[in-house]
């Protein structure tokens, strides 16, 4: 098993969980508003800003859902700063210790 740096380490699954929850709760929290600002905009005879409302109030769930199923953007490919090149690779040594293609 590889080593993994502490700043590229994924959080736990229920921390993740949480955060997913949270982020769809907040995503319906403000369709509702949409809905109920829809209606009162409405009644109000307010009539260009009902449409908008109704419109987010459609395509919110579909945001809701992409932004809680978002994957969490810490990755474990990041290369170490200061490591060097990590192509680089040591030679065979020779009989004296030295690499055998003139190292």
């Known amino acids: 098993m590889d080593?993994?740096?502490i700043t590229t380490a994924g959080s736990s699954p229920q921390d993740?969980?949480?955060?997913?929850?949270?982020?769809?709760v907040v995503a319906m929290s403000i369709?509702?508003?949409c809905f109920v600002g829809a209606a009162i905009s409405g009644?109000?005879?307010i009539h260009w800003l009902w449409p908008?409302?109704?419109a987010g109030a459609i395509v919110l769930p579909y945001v809701a859902v992409?932004?809680?199923n978002a994957e969490d953007?810490?990755?474990?490919a990041l290369p170490l700063t200061?490591?060097?090149?990590?192509?680089?690779?040591?030679?065979?040594?020779?009989?004296?210790?030295r690499d055998q293609h003139g190292g």
């Open 73 to 76: 953007s810490r990755a474990t």
């Open 66 to 68: 992409v932004m809680a």
């Open 52 to 54: 908008i409302l109704i």
């Open 31 to 33: 369709r509702t508003l």
């Open 43 to 45: 009644a109000a005879g």
């Open 82 to 97: 200061g490591g060097g090149d990590a192509q680089r690779q040591l030679g065979q040594g020779g009989p004296d210790g």
């Open 16 to 24: 993740d969980l949480a955060r997913r929850q949270r982020k769809y």
């Open 3 to 5: 080593a993994i740096r």
